[in-house]
């Protein structure tokens, strides 16, 4: 049964970068059947998708283009996870941030870490 | 940007009721029209893919429809452990986007 667990800082000051990993159980990284996804959660924003990481014989990433000067997701294959980094974070980066997998035989987002709270202030 | 859009925001309903919600895409997803369910303090869960498709382990109380830009979400009989939120999600092009979300409360 596949798992991602996140970790990371729960408290950000501005200015600052938020960093997040999630680990993968029961599933690759490096699989050519999924993608992994960032997606945050706030009461002014909603659900927002934030990027993803795949491998397809080569590794690609794609970024929300509201965060695309700020972000990066790498996936890390000794480990067998994948992080987030977001610089230059604002309190309007407050929000619950999730790790997510799409499989490629879904086209949906199956699989979702527990979530992390990040608050962004002084 | 394909932007989706629930309509209601939210609604109040009694157990064994009929509950649809409705998704509109500001453009034609086909059928990549997913449905999510989210209870307060958790992650979204899976409920539908593919527009039509049950995911595993879901009951079979829940069904959608659609393709184009409309979408439902239909519980047949609403049971006490559904009054949650639910969201669409389109997964045609990126950014990927969600619903602004139904808010399905006790009568």
């Known amino acids: 049964q596949v798992q991602l667990q996140q970790s990371g800082p729960g408290l950000v000051k501005p200015s600052q970068t938020l960093s997040l990993t999630c680990a993968i159980s029961?599933?690759?990284?490096?699989?050519?059947?999924?993608?992994w996804n960032w997606i945050r959660q706030s009461p002014s924003r909603g659900l927002e998708w934030l990027g993803r990481t795949y491998s397809r014989s080569k590794w690609y990433t794609d970024y929300a283009v509201s965060v695309k000067s700020r972000i990066t997701i790498n996936p890390d294959t000794s480990k067998n996870q994948f992080s987030l980094q977001l610089n230059s974070v604002s309190p309007e980066d407050t929000a619950v941030y999730f790790c997510?997998?799409?499989?490629?035989?879904?086209?949906?987002?199956?699989?979702w870490g527990q979530g992390t709270m990040v608050p962004v202030s002084s | 940007d394909i932007q989706m859009t629930q309509s209601p925001s939210s609604l109040s309903a009694s157990v064994g009721d009929r509950v649809t919600i409705t998704c509109r895409a500001s453009?034609?997803?086909?059928?990549?029209l997913n449905w999510y369910q989210q209870e307060p303090g958790k992650a979204p869960k899976l409920l539908i893919y593919?527009?039509?498709s049950l995911q595993s382990g879901v009951p079979s109380r829940f069904s959608g429809s659609g393709s184009g830009t409309d979408f439902t979400l239909t519980i047949s009989s609403l049971q006490p452990e559904d009054f949650a939120t639910y969201y669409c999600?389109?997964?045609?092009?990126?950014?990927?986007?969600f619903g602004g979300g139904t808010k399905v409360e006790i009568k």
């Open positions: 453009q034609s997803i086909s059928s990549y």
């Open positions: 593919g527009a039509t």
């Open positions: 999600q389109q997964s045609y092009s990126t950014p990927l986007t």
């Open positions: 997510t997998r799409v499989s490629s035989r879904l086209g949906a987002f199956d699989i």
């Open positions: 029961g599933d690759s990284v490096s699989s050519n059947s999924a993608t």
